[in-house]
């Protein structure tokens, strides 16, 4: 484990931007089959700076809010498509008409008319033992399922700026714009987001670690792994693209909550695509 303790670099920092080109900038092509898909390769694989400069994003800086309003029309809102309400009759026809039930159901059926009336009573007896057991575990199954779209934090500590602001200074040809530490609703956040996490926080959206802003972070990731102890994070690329998710000790995972340290991250992947 590769761990910077630099506490200090966690704050806000200024930057320097290029602001004759900052107008002019082009959203990057997007290297995914489907729109707001996961990068290719997969973001574990490669330096956090790739993906930075994949979105034109500046880890002491952020996102300008022009870009990030940009990211948000182009990927969509950070959220989970609601599931479908669950039906208990939907369910009770399912358990009924699975292969297993219609055989017994037959077997019911045969032994009614050859008169085998214990035969019939005892099958018939399995059949109901069969499908109430199956009902009772599909139903808390899709309420569980149903329950996942409230998992996530509401909101996120973001890094933005805004190039147009009157507190920032010209220099030559360039001007220093200071990036702010500033929560937004969790649905707003955007790949390139560069996301601020600490002790207690509930993660927003799938994120690459940067370098040098890493301080003894660990996650909680027993919703994704289930895994009861908290998994240590580190910076480093990782060269096995189908790893595990609880080896892609580089990457922090939405959903899950940060037991220990702080890091700043850039997102990679939001909504249904975390």
């Not at 952020?62 to 208990?88: F, H, I, M, V």
């Not at 037959?106 to 032994?111: K, P, Q």
């Not at 530490?181 to 996490?197: F, H, N, R, T």
């Not at 040098?212 to 990731?221: P, V």
Request: one cysteine or more.
């Amino acid at each position: 484990m590769k761990n910077l303790p630099n506490t200090t670099s966690m704050s806000p920092s200024p930057t320097m931007i290029d602001t004759n080109n900052n107008n002019n900038s082009k959203p990057p092509a997007t290297t995914s089959d489907e729109k707001g898909g996961p990068p290719s390769p997969p973001p574990h694989t490669r330096t956090a700076q790739q993906i930075l400069q994949e979105y034109q994003a500046d880890p002491s800086c952020g996102l300008s809010n022009d870009r990030a309003a940009q990211l948000l029309t182009q990927y969509g809102p950070n959220q989970l498509k609601p599931p479908e309400t669950p039906s208990a009759w939907k369910i009770f026809l399912q358990q009924v008409t699975s292969a297993m039930n219609l055989v017994l159901i037959a077997a019911v059926a045969v032994s009614f008319a050859i008169h085998d009336w214990i035969a019939a009573g005892v099958v018939g007896a399995l059949v109901i033992l069969n499908v109430s057991v199956g009902f009772t575990q599909e139903w808390k199954a899709e309420r569980v399922l149903a329950s996942l779209a409230s998992v996530g934090s509401p909101v996120a500590t973001v890094l933005r700026h805004d190039p147009k602001s009157t507190s920032s200074t010209r220099v030559g040809q360039s001007r220093i714009v200071e990036g702010k530490a500033k929560s937004v609703p969790s649905v707003d956040v955007v790949p390139g987001d560069i996301i601020l996490v600490k002790i207690g926080d509930v993660v927003p959206a799938d994120a690459r670690i940067i370098p040098g802003f890493l301080s003894n972070l660990e996650c909680d990731e027993a919703l994704l792994t289930g895994e009861s102890m908290p998994v240590s994070k580190t910076a480093d690329p990782i060269d096995q693209a189908d790893c595990p998710v609880g080896d892609r000790t580089n990457m922090i995972y939405s959903g899950s909550q940060v037991t220990k340290g702080r890091a700043r991250c850039v997102v990679t992947m939001t909504g249904m695509h975390t």
